[in-house]
């Protein structure tokens, strides 16, 4: 994984060092699927979430990491007390660099799979079965859940018409049809987390999915389901009125920012496809194949050997 702010991989690095001191063999001996869960400030939440969690997912033993990102309540006690793994990070870095270091956490620890969940139980941890079933398959390398296509309880209108702006948006931008960008529940092979650059603190959603889509990776969706928020509050969308309770003012700076990153992904990552194709057209006449990240390049053919992959590879500040 290659860092853009050599300060977030000293955090990592040391956040992985403390978490191996503390679990040992559990921690570097995962079991086939991890999943993984970004808190910040979840304590009362985090606990009947850990709780709900399957022991196995589509047949696999599973094992829960929770990256708790700067709390400042009792997420970690209460993550550890109900069994999770916990990766207690000092500093509240975002969502994003939290996932990133779960993703890296499975990975080197072994894991095959990972699965994404939220820390505040508006998914259905019965449905980890049907977002993971398509990857374990080989029908896919990255799978989201997508309430467009099963059900939402949310009444905001405002957010479903931001869903379906920004769904509409990506699958112009990168070609691929998706309905929901911004799902949490979501399933892929370990590697893929390592292929594709995540470099955004905050709404990494469309960075990954992105990212996924212009390595060439297989990309699918399934029904799934959110239920309402029982218990805290969101953390999406923070600004200096965010106090004050206004939902329709917290969603237009989500909105802003999310819009931010998807936009700087998709051109971040159609300049890395020019420059790879570039190298390759270079490399052409001299029999020597650019090592890119995705499917089919050097770095993918040798992750193909990871737990989970036994198969060809495919042409391919707030939590």
Known sequence: MIYKNPQDQVVDDDAIKAFIDAYGERATGLPQVAIVIAAYNEAGAIGPVIQALPAEVCGLAAAAIVVADGCADDTAAEAAAAGALVCDVPVNRGQGAAL????????????????????????????????????????????????????????????????????????????????????????????????????????????????VITHGYKVAEVPATIHRRRVGE??????????????????FFYGMRFARVAYGTWWRERQRSRRSRSSRSSTTGSGVRANGSGPGSVEASASSAAPGAGRPADPAKRT
Do not use: C, W
């Open 100 to 211: 990133r270091l779960g993703y890296r956490l499975a990975r080197e620890g072994g894991a095959g799979y990972i699965v994404t969940t939220d820390a505040d139980g508006q998914y259905n941890p019965a449905e980890m079965d049907t977002v993971l079933a398509p990857v374990v398959a080989g029908e896919a390398d990255f799978v989201t859940g997508s309430r467009r296509l099963g059900s939402q309880e949310t009444k905001d209108m405002i957010r479903r018409t931001g869903v379906r702006f920004f769904a509409g948006t990506i699958s112009m931008l990168t070609g691929q049809k998706i309905s929901d960008t911004t799902f949490g529940l979501r399933a892929m092979r370990a590697e893929v987390t390592g292929a594709v650059q995540l470099s955004q603190p905050q709404y990494q959603a469309s960075e990954l999915l992105i990212g």
């Open 234 to 251: 969101s953390k999406k969308g923070q600004n200096p009125l965010y106090k004050l309770h206004i939902p329709g003012v917290n969603n």
